[in-house]
T-cell receptor, first 112, second 115 residues
Framework: KNQVEQSPQSLIILEGKNCTLQ??????????LRWYKQDTGRGPVSLTI?????NTKSNGRYTATLDADTKQSSLHITASQLSDSASYIC???????????FGAGTQVVVTP | SAVISQKPSRDICQRGTSLTIQCQVD?????MFWYRQQPGQSLTLIAT?????????ESGFVIDKFPISRPNLTFSTLTVSNMSPEDSSIYLC????????????FGPGTRLTVL
């Protein structure tokens, strides 16, 4: 069973609207949680990295939140643009060896 | 940050042949990683490659099938040996500048199709 679960699997939103992606994880021990954006045919690009003590982190129109007690994270996209169409991957880094546990990703499609 | 390039960007290969994928980083990095991403799936770690030592393979991946070289701090290769259609996938190289807790930078990937 995947230890990093993302929802929804896919999402279609109108340009200019906001959306929120969810990530629940069970991995332990926890080092940090990352959100990556992967455009079609490209490698993932880091959006945010949050450690245990951080509740929120922003990168432009992307805002990530973390609740380490409930092991939940979210990624909020504000005022979506066509260029936001991509897969968004939640990654949890675990233990001192830094093994990355990848979620399956949420495919976001922004339509005009 | 680090910029990572991969060659080739894509290839179509015959069953039973081998393909070597090159990964070049624009700065010296401590750790490099090779991942596989099958269509519609997330990334699966194949192995970790440190300069000057043998690569460390994840469960389900073996050196005979996926030999890796790491001759210096900016370069690595992954070979997919004796290919079968099941090896059709995207192979991605990544690297960290300062260790496991640092940001991992990814290359653009190599799209491999095996006929």
């Amino acid at each position: 069973k995947n230890q990093v679960e993302q929802s929804p699997q896919s999402l279609i939103i109108l340009e200019g609207k906001n959306c929120t992606l969810q990530c629940n994880y069970t991995v332990s021990p926890f080092s940090n949680l990352r959100w990556y954006k992967q455009d079609t045919g490209r490698g993932p690009v880091s959006l945010t990295i949050m450690t245990f003590s951080e509740n929120t982190k922003s990168n432009g129109r992307y805002t990530a939140t973390l609740d380490a007690d409930t092991k939940q994270s979210s990624l909020h996209i504000t005022a979506s643009q066509l260029s936001d169409s991509a897969s968004y991957i939640c990654v949890v880094v675990t233990d001192s060896w830094g093994k990355l546990q990848f979620g399956a990703g949420t495919q976001v499609v922004v339509t005009p | 940050s680090a910029v990572i390039s991969q060659k080739p960007s894509r290839d179509i290969c015959q069953r039973g042949t081998s393909l070597t994928i090159q990964c070049q980083v624009d700065s010296q990095v401590t750790m490099m990683f090779w991942y596989r991403q099958q269509p519609g799936q997330s990334l699966t770690l194949i192995a970790t490659a440190n300069q000057g030592s043998e690569a460390t393979y994840e469960s389900g991946f073996v050196i005979d099938k996926f030999p890796i070289s790491r001759p210096n701090l900016t370069f690595s290769t992954l070979t997919v040996s004796n290919m079968s259609p099941e090896d059709s996938s995207i192979y991605l190289c990544s690297a960290t500048l300062a260790g496991y807790t640092d940001t991992q930078y990814f290359g653009p990937g190599t799209r491999l199709t095996v006929l």
